[in-house]
């Protein structure tokens, strides 16, 4: 690892990027410290601050350019875009708040425990403001298996379902899709490491300006936050990454109970290798290792580049063929590995294969020409 002038961490793998994704982890850095007053981060003279904005909208992080980069002397368009996407997506989470007060109000009076996930919560407690983390949709957890006994409880409010999922009922209202998760993974290698009766029973009501709503504390946010990022998306997604680095800087997360959680589970790997990640990505110098009875191996800290490069537009068969090769790494038992095994062979990962090829454009940074 080295310093730069500023005596911020540049670990190795972030050496290799341009100027400009350099210089966007410096100041989310700067960020994810502070959470408040980001310390203005110096930019290179030669910076394309065009190109900065590419990466930004591609990675759906534009309110955050208003947060960062506000005052400072760059094309005045692309100011103003940040700042409208901030004032959008504030007034979004406003709206999806108000809806989510009167879901939780409606799970209350029948009776049924209920807790929000991801962006409800991290929005409005863990940014500074609730305009600097969008959110697509609105994700709370259930506490039942049953689809018919969520169906009712909204039938009787009026509220019929959009559609029917393994381990979710779909519905819109004013607008908003929310997904009631009757579990919170639903990959079968990993589907019954996750209990959602601890989740739920850890859960606090939390008073807001609209009414209230229910939140999971910051350790058992972080099981959650790690774990769906992993299992469900591969780590893919800056803002899964950025949602973590933000959580491991909460006070309030008792680091044994995380490391004892894991070793029972067999989620050591996964968690070690993640944070680790998140720390490095950020230049947080955190140091997770030290919570957990394992050292990160240092070919395996090597795969870190083949996940960022997904992140800024540089993913290739090279990155593809490592990140899989991780997937074994995090599979701490024969029957996890076996089932890593089988997963090579899905739709998915031939859909992957092809973006890695480059014979397909997925929507986000991996496909944007930077």
Same mark, same amino acid.
């Given at each position: 690892m080295s310093t730069d002038p500023a005596g911020q961490t540049i670990?190795?793998?972030?050496?290799?990027?341009?100027?400009? @994704?350099?210089?966007?982890?410096?100041?989310?850095?700067?960020?994810?410290?502070?959470?408040?007053?980001?310390?203005m981060v110096g930019a290179p003279e030669d910076l394309d601050w065009q190109r900065l904005g590419r990466i930004i909208a591609a990675?759906?992080?534009?309110?955050?350019?208003d947060c960062l980069f506000s005052g400072r002397l760059l094309p005045s368009a692309l100011l103003d875009q940040?700042?409208? &996407?901030?004032?959008?997506? &504030?007034?979004?989470?406003?709206?999806?708040?108000?809806?989510?007060?009167?879901?939780?109000?409606?799970? @209350?009076?029948?009776?049924?425990?209920?807790?929000? &996930?991801?962006?409800?919560?991290?929005?409005?407690?863990? /940014?500074?403001d609730a305009g600097l983390r969008p959110m697509k949709d609105l994700d709370i957890l259930v506490d039942t298996h049953d689809h018919q006994q969520v169906v009712q409880i909204m039938r009787a409010q009026g509220h019929e379902p959009a559609?029917?999922?393994?381990?979710?009922?779909? /519905?819109?209202?004013?607008?908003?899709?929310?997904?009631? =998760?009757?579990?919170?993974?639903?990959?079968?290698? /990993?589907?019954?490491v996750m209990d959602s009766d601890v989740l739920l029973g850890s859960r606090s009501r939390v008073a807001t300006r609209e009414g209230d709503v229910f939140r999971?504390?910051?350790?058992?946010?972080?099981?959650?936050?790690?774990?769906?990022?992993?299992? =469900? =998306?591969?780590m893919q997604g800056y803002a899964r990454v950025l949602?973590?680095?933000?959580?491991?800087?909460?006070?309030?997360?008792?680091?044994?109970?995380?490391?004892?959680?894991?070793?029972d589970k067999g989620l050591t790997n996964m968690f070690l290798f993640t944070l680790? /990640?998140?720390?490095?990505?950020f230049g947080l110098e955190l140091h997770p290792e030290r919570h957990f009875s394992r050292i990160l191996p240092?070919?395996?800290?090597?795969r870190f580049a083949s996940y960022s490069a997904f992140l800024f537009g540089g993913n290739s068969i090279r990155h593809f063929v490592r990140r899989k090769r991780n997937l074994f790494f995090i599979a701490e038992t024969p029957a996890t590995r076996f089932r890593e095994l089988l997963r090579l062979f899905s739709g998915t990962t031939c859909r992957e294969l092809q973006l890695a090829l480059g014979r397909k454009r997925p929507p986000g940074p991996a496909g944007l020409p930077l």
């Amino acid at each position: 690892m080295s310093t730069d002038p500023a005596g911020q961490t540049i670990h190795p793998f972030l050496t290799s990027l341009p100027r400009e @994704e350099q210089f966007l982890q410096k100041a989310m850095s700067s960020f994810v410290r502070s959470r408040t007053a980001p310390v203005m981060v110096g930019a290179p003279e030669d910076l394309d601050w065009q190109r900065l904005g590419r990466i930004i909208a591609a990675n759906q992080i534009g309110p955050l350019g208003d947060c960062l980069f506000s005052g400072r002397l760059l094309p005045s368009a692309l100011l103003d875009q940040w700042k409208k &996407l901030r004032l959008q997506t &504030l007034f979004s989470n406003i709206h999806k708040l108000r809806v989510a007060v009167r879901l939780f109000s409606i799970f @209350e009076q029948a009776g049924l425990r209920s807790v929000g &996930l991801r962006g409800l919560t991290l929005a409005h407690t863990l /940014y500074p403001d609730a305009g600097l983390r969008p959110m697509k949709d609105l994700d709370i957890l259930v506490d039942t298996h049953d689809h018919q006994q969520v169906v009712q409880i909204m039938r009787a409010q009026g509220h019929e379902p959009a559609n029917l999922l393994r381990t979710q009922v779909v /519905y819109v209202m004013d607008g908003v899709e929310i997904e009631l =998760h009757l579990s919170l993974l639903t990959a079968k290698r /990993y589907r019954d490491v996750m209990d959602s009766d601890v989740l739920l029973g850890s859960r606090s009501r939390v008073a807001t300006r609209e009414g209230d709503v229910f939140r999971l504390p910051a350790d058992h946010e972080l099981l959650e936050l790690v774990t769906h990022a992993f299992v =469900h =998306h591969e780590m893919q997604g800056y803002a899964r990454v950025l949602d973590i680095a933000l959580m491991m800087c909460d006070p309030g997360i008792h680091w044994d109970f995380v490391s004892a959680w894991c070793r029972d589970k067999g989620l050591t790997n996964m968690f070690l290798f993640t944070l680790s /990640y998140a720390d490095a990505l950020f230049g947080l110098e955190l140091h997770p290792e030290r919570h957990f009875s394992r050292i990160l191996p240092a070919r395996v800290r090597r795969r870190f580049a083949s996940y960022s490069a997904f992140l800024f537009g540089g993913n290739s068969i090279r990155h593809f063929v490592r990140r899989k090769r991780n997937l074994f790494f995090i599979a701490e038992t024969p029957a996890t590995r076996f089932r890593e095994l089988l997963r090579l062979f899905s739709g998915t990962t031939c859909r992957e294969l092809q973006l890695a090829l480059g014979r397909k454009r997925p929507p986000g940074p991996a496909g944007l020409p930077l």
